[in-house]
C-alpha cells in the first residue's frame, strides 16, 4: 500500500463535520485517493478493498484528538496514556532491584572461591555479562518501547512461534527467581524470629508476604517504583556505615587471599551470574515508562554504576576487615559481620536492610514478569484476559498468575532456585542474542534511538564472550536441574501450537492491539523512505 501521509488533528480542518460523525465523503483527501486507487477489478478485489477501507476510515478517526466513539450505554475503557509513567529515578531503582537489591546473597562467592576471586568476580564479571547486555537492552528497549520487552525483540528476529518460547522460558525464569525473595526474607529474620525457620509459621509467613507484596503491585507501578527508592536508600545505608566502621579493621592482604585448587565453579559461578543478571527484564515495562527512548538507556547506565558497587565494597569491608573462615560465608553471613563490627544495632539494621530489599526485588520481579503477560497478550500471544487492566493501570490477570506461581515454587531451596532459574535464563539470553544480531543484519536502517556504536561484526563479537559463560552455567548445572528444566522447555514448545489450536476453534479470544507498531520492520524502513 502507498504511503498515506499525516492527517491533521483538527476535525475543521480535515472537514469534519460537527458532532464528530465521520464519512467516506468527507475523509482526508490522502485516505480518499488511496480508496479510488484501489477500486476493485472482481469480487474477491472487492473484499479486499472493503477491509483495506474499514482500516483507513477507523485509521483516520483515531487521529482526530479529542474525539471518542463509543457504542450507546458503553462506557469507555480508560486510556494507558492517562496512568502514571514512571520517571527516571524510579526507574533507576526498579532496574537495581531487577538485577541485585544489594549485596544479599554474594556471601556465597567468598565460600566457593576465597575473597580474591570473589572481589575480581565482582569486577570483571560485569564487563562480560552485564555491560553487554543492558547495552542491548538500552538499544532492543528503545527500539520496541513497549511492554513485552525482550518476547517482541525475538518475534520480531525469529517469528511468533519463538517469540513465544522467549516469553513463556523468561516468565518461567521470572517465577523461580520470585520465590527465592521470601525465602531469603524469612531467612534473615529466623535469627532474631527462631519460630520462622521451619514448619506452620515460616508456611503462613511465606503466603502472607506474598499477598501483601502482590497488593502492592496490583495499586500501580509509579507506586512502586518509589518504594523502590525508599527501600533502596535503606537497603543501601548500612553498608555505608559498616564501611566507615570497618575502617580501624581493615588489613588489605587478607584480599589477595586465593586458592585455586579449592574452588566450587559451580556454586561460584552461579552466584555471579544470579547476582549480576536480569538486565534486560525492564524491557518488559517501557511502555510504562515515560520518554523510553531517552530515558531507559540513562536509567540502565546509572543502575549498572550503583549495582557493582552495591556488590564490591561490603565484599571489600567483610573480606578486609575479619580473618578468613570460608565455612561462615553463607546467606546472612553479613549481618553477623555487621554484629562483630558494630555491634548488635547494627546487625538488626542490616537484617531489616535485607528483609527490605527482599521485598524491593519481589515488586520488582513481579512487575516486569505480569507486564511481559501483559504485552504477549497486547501482541496476540496469548488470550485477551491477560491484557486487561485493573483501574490502576496493572495488569491484573498476569499479577494472579504470577504470584501463583511463586507460593508454588517456594518450596525449593534456595541453590535449586538459583540453579533451575540461570539455566533457563540461559536460554532465553542465546533467543535475545539472535535477535539482536539478526535484527541488525536484517533491518539495519530501522529506527534506534539508543544504537551501540559497533557494526554487525562487533554486534557478533560483542555476544560472543557472554554466550561462552552461558556454555560454562550450562555445563556445570546438575542433572537434576537440567531434566526438570528441559522438561519446562518441551512444555512451551507443545504449548504455544495448543494455545493456535484454541485461536482457531474460537476457544479462548485473541487480539492484537491497534496501537501497537507492524513487528516487520522492512514497512516502517519503506514507509520512512518514502515520506523523507
Known sequence: MEAISEVSGDPQAAGQPAGGCLTPQNLPASVSQTIVDKQPQSGEEDEKLRHTTDRLVSGAMGQFEGTEYVNIGEVPTPRIDNFKKVSVLPLIFLIFYEVSGGPFGVEDSVQAAG?????????????IWSVPEALITAEMGTMFPENGGYVVWVASALGPYW????GWMKWLSGVIDNALYPVLFLDYLKSGIPALGGGLPRIIAVLALTLVLTYMNYRGLTIVGWVAVLLGVFSILPFVVMGFVAIPKLKPSRWF???LHDVDWNLYLNTLFWNLNYWDSISTLAGEVENPKKTLPKALFYALILVVLGYFFPLLVGTGALPLDRELWTDGYFSDIAKMLGGVWLRWWIQAAAAMSNMGMFVAEMSSDSFQLLGMAERGMLPEFFGKRSRYGTPLIGILFSASGVILLSWMSFQEIVAAENFLYCFGMILEFIAFVRLRMKYPAASRPYKIPVGTVGSVLMCIPPTILICLVLALSSLKVAVVSLVAVVIGLVMQPALKYVEKRRWLKFSISAD???????????TDSSIR
Not at 575473597?115 to 564487563?127: E, I, R
Not at 517469540?163 to 522467549?166: A, D
Not at 507498531?517 to 516502517?524: M, V
Open 516 to 526: 501497537l507498531a507492524d513487528l516487520h520492520l522492512s514497512s516502517h524502513e519503506s
Open 257 to 259: 587471599v586465593a586458592n
Open 163 to 166: 517469540g513465544f518460547q522467549q
Open 115 to 127: 575473597p580474591l576471586l570473589a572481589l575480581l568476580g565482582f569486577l570483571v564479571f560485569p564487563f
